[in-house]
C-alpha cells in the first residue's frame, strides 16, 4: 500500500469515525415534549425501534471504524477488512434507509394510512432526527468510497481480461 | 473462472432474478379496499412511495441479473461486475430496509407517534407486502453471497500478507 493511499483511507476512514460518532450522540439526545389537546407526549428517538436500530448500526460501524484506524499498521488481514468495509456499507446503508422511511412519515405522514405528520408539534426531536441522518448519510457514503477504493486497489483498473 | 464456479454464480444470479421478479409481482398486485367506519379506503403498494421505491429497485436489480446472465460468457468486464454486484447489494439492502421499517409500522403502528396498525383492515394487501418483502429479501440475500464469492475468488483467502 503506498503512502497516499494509506493517508486517503485513514481519512476517509476518520471522516466517518466523526459521522456515526456524531449520528449517535444526535440522535440519543433527540428528545422533545409536546401538549396536544391537553395531553403531555413526549418524542424520543426510544420510542421507534427504528431509530433504536439506527443507533446499533452506527454504533457497529464507528466501533469497527476505531479497531480498523489502530490496526491500520498491520496489513495481514486487509482481505477481511475489505470484505468488513462491504458488510458496513450494507449495515450503514439499511440503518440510514430505514430511518429514512420512517422519518419521511414523521414529516409528512401517510394520509391513505391514516397517519398523521408528528414534526409540527415536535419540530426540535425533528431537527435532531434529521441531524443525525445527514450523519448517517455521510457515513453511509465515506464507507461506500472506502468500499469502491478497497476494490479498485485490489482488482485492478476496471476494465481487463481476468489473469 | 473455474466451471463448478460458473455454475455456482449462475445458479445464485437465476435465484436473485427469480427473487426479484416474484418480489415485483406480488408487490404490484398488492391491492384491497376496506370499509372503515362507513368509509371505503383502499391500500395499494402506490400509496407509500417507500413501496414504490422497494419495486424500481427491485426492477433495476432485475435488470442488471438478466444482462449479467447474458454477458457471463465474456469476463471483460468482470472487475466491472464486482463493483456493480456491490452496488446491487446496497440497493436491494437499502430498498428491504425501508420497505420493512414502513411494514412494521402497518402491522404494528406507534402508539407514540399516534400511527395506528392497517393489517387489521386489509389483510390481505398486509399478505401480499409480506410475501414481496420475504422475496426481495431472498434477493438481498442472494446478492450478499454473490459479492462476498466474488470477493473472496479476486482477493484469495481471506488472511494472508498483501502482495
Not at 426510544?46 to 464507528?62: D, G, H, R, T
Amino acid at each position: 500500500m503506498t503512502m497516499t493511499k494509506r493517508i486517503i483511507t485513514n481519512l476517509l476512514r476518520l471522516i466517518a469515525l466523526g459521522a456515526t460518532v456524531a449520528a449517535i450522540v444526535v440522535m440519543v439526545t433527540s428528545h422533545q415534549s409536546a401538549e396536544v389537546f391537553n395531553l403531555t407526549f413526549t418524542a424520543k428517538f426510544s420510542n421507534e425501534p427504528v431509530f433504536k436500530y439506527f443507533v446499533v448500526a452506527e454504533a457497529i460501524a464507528c466501533g469497527y471504524t476505531l479497531v480498523v484506524l489502530i490496526l491500520s499498521s498491520r496489513s495481514l488481514l486487509w482481505r477481511l477488512i475489505v470484505i468488513l468495509d462491504a458488510v458496513m456499507t450494507a449495515v450503514l446503508t439499511s440503518s440510514i434507509s430505514a430511518a429514512l422511511a420512517i422519518a419521511r412519515v414523521g414529516k409528512k405522514g401517510n394520509s391513505h394510512a391514516g397517519w398523521l405528520p408528528i414534526c409540527g408539534q415536535v419540530p426540535k426531536f425533528c431537527d435532531h432526527v434529521t441531524g443525525a441522518l445527514v450523519c448517517g448519510f455521510v457515513a453511509a457514503i465515506v464507507y461506500a468510497l472506502l468500499l469502491v477504493f478497497s476494490l479498485y486497489s485490489a482488482l485492478g483498473p476496471v476494465f481487463g481480461v481476468k489473469p
